[in-house]
C-alpha cells in the first residue's frame, strides 16, 4: 500500500502536523511506503480550523470550498489521487472521545485497518461515517480505502504530548500492517453515526450528565440539557450514544453533539 498521511487539514489541530513533520524527516522503514502532507498550513499559521472554507469537506462529488481551500484541495488531489491506496487523515477533537478512528469507506483494507488499530490500542473507538460507502466530502475520498483519526480531549491550537505520541503510534502501526489479516466481524464493536442534534432554541446548555461522556448510553428520560433555571430537556425515544459532545468547531453550526447507534462491523457491512 501506497499510503498518504495528512495532518493539519485542520489548521488549529496542531497534533496531526507534529506527527507528519516528524515523519516526513524521519523516513524510517514501514511494510508500506508513504508520504507525508501538511494539508493547510495558512490556517495554521492563523491559529484557526480554515482560511475561508472547512478544507475537510472540500473532497468527493459533493464536497464544497471557497478561496484559499479551493486552491488548497486542488493541489492536494493533484498529488494525491491516483497516487496513493490510502489517505490517513490525523485529527483531534476538543471532545472527550479519547482516541477513535472514523471509517468514511467500508471497503477491505479501511475496515481492516481499522481492526488492525482497534486489535493494538482496545481502549480505541470505532466510528462508522453515515455516509460511509456513499460519497464523501473528506479528504480520505482521495484514495478507495481510508481512515480519520479523531482523538481528544484537546483544546485548539494546543500540543499534548499524550495525544502526539498516541498519534504517531497510530500512524507507525498502520505503517507496518500487511493488510492480510481477518477478523471475525461481528465481534469487532463500532458506533454508527445517524445524525446530529442542535442546541434547542434559547439558552440551553449541555447537561453536565451528558457532557464529557462520549459513548456513553442515553436513553428515554435523561437529561440532554439543562438552562440557568435548572430546567431540563430529556431525551424522547430509542436509546442513543453521543459522541463529538460540545466540540468546539461545531458551535458555529450551533451543533450540541452527533449521536450514533452502537453496534458491530459486520451489522453495518450487511447494511451497506
Ligand atoms: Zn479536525
Not at 37 to 56: M, Q, T
Not at 179 to 185: A, D, L, S, V
Amino acid at each position: 500500500m501506497n499510503i498518504a498521511i495528512i495532518g493539519g487539514t485542520h489548521g488549529n489541530e496542531p497534533t496531526g502536523i507534529e506527527v507528519v513533520k516528524f515523519l516526513g524527516n524521519e523516513n524510517p522503514q514501514f511494510k508500506n511506503s508513504y508520504k507525508t502532507f501538511f494539508a493547510n498550513p495558512e490556517a495554521h499559521k492563523l491559529g484557526k480550523r480554515y482560511v475561508d472554507s472547512d478544507l475537510n469537506r472540500a473532497f468527493g462529488k459533493t464536497g464544497q470550498s471557497k478561496g484559499y481551500e479551493s486552491t488548497r484541495s486542488s493541489e492536494l488531489e493533484k498529488e494525491i489521487v491516483g497516487n496513493f491506496d490510502f489517505v490517513l487523515d490525523l485529527h483531534t477533537t476538543t471532545s472527550n472521545m479519547g482516541p477513535t478512528v472514523i471509517l468514511t469507506h467500508l471497503d477491505e483494507a479501511s475496515v481492516r485497518a481499522a481492526c488492525w488499530l482497534k486489535e493494538n490500542n482496545p481502549e480505541l473507538v470505532i466510528i462508522i461515517s453515515s455516509r460511509a460507502g456513499g460519497d464523501c466530502p473528506y479528504t480520505t475520498s482521495m484514495a478507495s480505502s481510508g481512515l480519520t483519526v479523531e482523538i481528544g480531549p484537546v483544546a485548539n491550537n494546543v500540543v499534548k504530548a499524550e495525544l502526539v505520541l498516541l498519534t504517531h503510534k497510530l500512524v507507525t502501526e498502520l505503517l507496518d500492517f500487511n493488510f492480510q489479516k481477518t477478523w471475525e466481524m461481528k465481534n469487532i464493536e463500532c458506533f454508527h453515526t445517524q445524525g446530529i442534534m442542535s442546541y434547542p432554541e434559547g439558552e440551553w446548555m449541555v447537561h453536565p450528565e451528558v457532557d464529557g461522556h462520549d459513548f456513553l448510553q442515553v436513553r428515554e428520560g435523561d437529561p440532554l440539557f439543562i438552562n440557568m433555571k435548572g430546567e431540563l430537556i430529556t431525551h424522547k425515544g430509542d436509546p442513543m450514544y453521543p459522541l463529538f459532545i460540545n466540540e468546539a468547531a461545531y458551535q458555529e453550526n450551533n451543533t450540541a453533539f452527533e449521536y450514533a447507534l452502537k453496534t458491530n462491523l459486520q451489522a453495518v457491512l450487511d447494511r451497506a
